[in-house]
């Protein structure tokens, strides 16, 4: 493996690193367990952008420093119980209020947005808990793994949340309505293998692998046809939202174009030689 390049990310509180073409982001934390700060909202999102421009990097991996992956939203800063707690009075000062408010966690979100929509493929690493709207940025990638000891804790019903950072959208896409709704009013822990289970999580691994597992598994997918696994994410994404006759549409303009790339005519040359060889070692 070689040798992490640091990145450069303006704050203390996320660290970035690219490794065998893995953009890789560390929400770090760890005495707080990792729980948003206002810095990371700036921070993760420019993060991504950027690697998500950058021809270099073939996939992202978002994960947690210490034995947390993200604790969801600081509490005890008072953040919380700003954004929920307007000040009563005149009706119409309220709802400007909430207005307000609700486009500041809107647009604090906007990394969830661009983990599920960015055309690389994005994997969250869980070491540890994944709360509330940690949770959400954790299902916001396209494939997780997780520690035996991870969690994940939706955490809003019982401080009289409703939710927030996609949560419920993700949720209800990955399970079905039915259970989603169960687990969030519930707001039971889903340990790993539940998790696995559950299909929230692709791979479960020991704790002390999870690091090495995690980069060699997005190491892999960097290292593979790029081009095409942005059509094939499309395709996906299409897949929740349009109808088949025009999914098969855009399907199949993905499939043209992939097919006028250097990565496919690599390929397909690749595929032809070890054909002969397999032809004449049978001979």
């Known amino acids: 493996?070689?040798?992490?390049?640091?990145?450069?990310?303006?704050?203390?509180?996320v660290l970035a690193e690219v490794v065998e073409g893995v953009g890789v982001i560390t929400l770090n934390r760890p005495e707080r367990r990792n729980a948003l700060h206002a810095e990371m909202y700036v921070a993760v999102p420019r993060l991504l952008e950027?690697?998500?421009?950058?021809?270099?990097?073939?996939?992202?991996?978002?994960?947690g420093s210490g034995n947390a992956?993200?604790?969801?939203?600081?509490?005890?800063?008072?953040n919380s119980a700003k954004q929920s707690s307007p000040d009563q009075g005149d009706a119409v000062d309220v709802e400007d209020k909430v207005r307000a408010q609700s486009a500041q966690l809107a647009d604090n979100a906007r990394m969830v947005t661009l983990l599920h929509r960015m055309p690389k493929v994005t994997i969250a690493a869980l070491p540890g808990?994944?709360?509330?709207?940690?949770?959400?940025?954790?299902?916001?990638?396209?494939?997780?793994?997780?520690?035996?000891?991870?969690?994940?804790?939706?955490?809003?019903?019982?401080?009289?949340?409703?939710?927030?950072?996609?949560?419920?959208?993700?949720?209800t896409r990955l399970l079905?309505?039915?259970?989603?709704l169960e687990l969030l009013i519930a707001d039971?822990?889903?340990?790993?293998?539940?998790?696995?289970?559950?299909?929230?999580?692709?791979?479960?691994?020991?704790?002390a692998d999870l690091r090495d597992s995690a980069i060699r598994w997005a190491a892999q997918i960097a290292a593979g046809p790029t081009s095409a696994f942005a059509g094939t994410k499309a395709?996906?994404?299409?897949?929740?939202?349009?109808?088949?006759?025009?999914?098969?549409?855009?399907?199949?303009?993905?499939?043209?174009?992939?097919?006028?790339?250097?990565?496919?005519?690599?390929?397909?040359?690749?595929?032809?030689?070890?054909?002969?060889?397999?032809?004449g070692a049978r001979s």
């Open 1 to 13: 493996m070689t040798s992490p390049h640091p990145i450069e990310t303006g704050t203390d509180t």
């Open 50 to 63: 950027r690697f998500g421009s950058d021809d270099a990097i073939g996939s992202v991996l978002i994960t």
């Open 129 to 171: 808990a994944a709360v509330g709207a940690g949770m959400s940025i954790a299902l916001a990638a396209d494939l997780r793994i997780a520690a035996r000891s991870a969690r994940l804790i939706p955490g809003w019903s019982k401080l009289a949340f409703s939710g927030d950072f996609g949560g419920a959208w993700f949720l």
């Open 176 to 180: 079905g309505p039915s259970k989603a």
């Open 235 to 279: 395709n996906v994404l299409d897949a929740h939202c349009l109808p088949l006759e025009q999914a098969l549409l855009s399907e199949s303009e993905r499939m043209v174009r992939s097919g006028m790339t250097a990565e496919h005519r690599a390929a397909v040359k690749a595929w032809l030689a070890a054909a002969a060889a397999r032809s």
């Open 188 to 207: 039971e822990p889903v340990d790993a293998e539940t998790g696995q289970r559950l299909g929230l999580f692709n791979r479960v691994v020991d704790d």
């Open 69 to 78: 992956f993200c604790a969801g939203g600081d509490v005890r800063d008072g």
